[in-house]
């Protein structure tokens, strides 16, 4: 009788795989990131433990696979991101229901849709910085890490990413402005 119920029950919902998991991660998502961390942290954990045996560096030398992921898929991007900006390609333009996933919820329809194009100019502008500069304040502006963490990632030191974030800042909100201006202008 239990195994009547058992096999009637609804099957569970398939775990995503892991390429669509990367896939989100790469573009930001840190609950698809914790979920392939979860996910791989045993037999990462295992591989390293049989390798170098349980010495007190094995959770650091962990830590470092997961951080030379984070590496190798910001390599992949900015490499994508030369290649797009030799070919002068652009990237396809924000639509309304990603801006909205984006953007904090306001208190008003109108608020709401001034922070939707507010979003898609930022992000619009973003894309105009060169690759390095982008990353870096995307790194630490965006998904708020340390100088220490995207130096990490990028390989440069923390105050190389200072100076590429500066630089994207000023760039940005001197772009802002410029685009301010012109929307002022009869």
């Known amino acids: 009788m239990v195994r009547l119920a058992v096999m009637n029950r609804p099957p569970a919902p398939a775990a995503p795989d892991d390429a669509v998991l990367v896939a989100a991660a790469c573009a930001g998502d840190r609950t698809a990131y914790q979920t392939l961390y979860r996910r791989h942290l045993p037999g990462v954990f295992a591989r390293v433990t ?33 290649r797009m900006r030799r070919e002068r390609r652009v990237t396809a333009p924000l639509d309304g229901e990603r801006a909205e996933q984006l953007a904090a919820p306001a208190p008003s329809p109108e608020a709401q849709a001034r922070q939707r194009q507010e979003l898609a100019s930022v992000l ?12 870096a304040f995307v790194l630490v502006v965006v998904e708020g890490l340390s100088l220490a963490e995207a130096g990490e990632i990028l390989g440069a030191h923390p105050d190389a990413v200072k100076q590429r974030v500066l630089a994207a800042r000023r760039e940005l909100a001197a772009r802002l ?3 301010a201006r012109r929307e002022e202008s009869p």
Do not use: S, T, W, Y
């Open 50 to 82: 049989r390798i170098v045996g349980p010495v007190p560096e094995r959770e650091d030398l962990v830590q470092h696979v997961f951080i030379d992921l984070h590496r190798i898929a910001v390599n992949v991007a900015c490499d994508h991101l030369e």
């Open 124 to 135: 619009a502008h973003l894309e105009a910085l060169r690759p390095k500069k982008r990353v």
């Open 177 to 179: 402005e410029r685009a």
